[in-house]
């Protein structure tokens, strides 16, 4: 268990709906990260939160976004969403803002888009 | 910009014999360079990373790597797989969070 969770654990939407995914890093961790796991696009780093700023951007779609509360828990916002938005969401955490610190994976949201 | 290649996206050994997942790295300057490991239905788990200090690289569960510039290799190794390996493997680069597509590892009794 690394720490990490994340809610819910599957969801299946419509196209068009909109969808909040949440997550709560470890303990001490001020950094959060989103990933997307797809078969076609393998895993790929959306956006980096660092105490509640937005500090560093991957391969968001504008129709994504995400924040960090004062809690330091984070939600990705997924909206107008398309068929090709069905994937495996990660967050992970990790101590500081550096990139090359380890990072602790949660066991990650499904979504499906019908 | 920093790349990384597998070069397997599924790999098949028996238990007891060794382990090698392939990475290819491209950079124009030193990279920093890490093995994730996902099991099924799990997060990803770090298992090393090159932080430049060493060119072979030991991680957990026997796991290893060698930093290698002039073939820009970054390829994982065991010396006897167990059947628990049995998982994807990622390589990736730690400077921009870019990950390869996967190798699937798996294990015969």
């Known amino acids: 268990d690394s720490g990490v969770t994340q809610t819910p654990k599957h969801l299946i939407t419509a196209t068009g709906q909109r969808v909040t995914l949440r997550c709560s890093p470890r303990s001490g961790d001020l950094s959060v990260y989103w990933y997307q796991q797809s078969l076609d696009q393998g895993l790929q780093f959306l956006i980096q939160?660092?105490?509640?700023?937005?500090?560093a951007k991957g391969n968001i779609l504008e129709r994504f976004s995400a924040q960090q509360f004062p809690d330091l828990h984070s939600e990705l916002n997924l909206s107008s969403l398309e068929l090709g938005d069905s994937a495996l969401y990660f967050c992970?955490?990790?101590?500081?803002?550096?990139?090359?610190?380890?990072?602790?994976f949660g066991p990650g949201t499904r979504l499906l888009v019908l | 910009a920093q790349s990384v290649t597998q070069l397997d996206s599924h790999v098949s050994v028996s238990e007891g014999t060794p382990v090698l997942l392939r990475c290819n790295y491209s950079s124009s300057y030193s990279p920093s360079l890490f093995w994730y490991v996902q099991h099924p239905n799990k997060g990803l788990q770090l298992l090393l990373k090159y932080t430049s200090a060493a060119t072979l690289v030991k991680g957990i569960n026997g796991f290893e790597a060698e930093f290698k510039k002039s073939e820009t290799s970054f390829h994982l190794t065991k010396p006897s797989a167990h059947m628990s390996d049995a998982a994807e493997y990622f390589c990736g680069s730690q400077g921009n969070l870019i990950f390869g597509k996967g190798t699937k590892l798996s294990v015969k009794p």
């Open positions: 992970a955490s990790s101590v500081g803002l550096d990139f090359r610190e380890t990072q602790y």
């Open positions: 939160y660092y105490n509640g700023e937005e500090r």
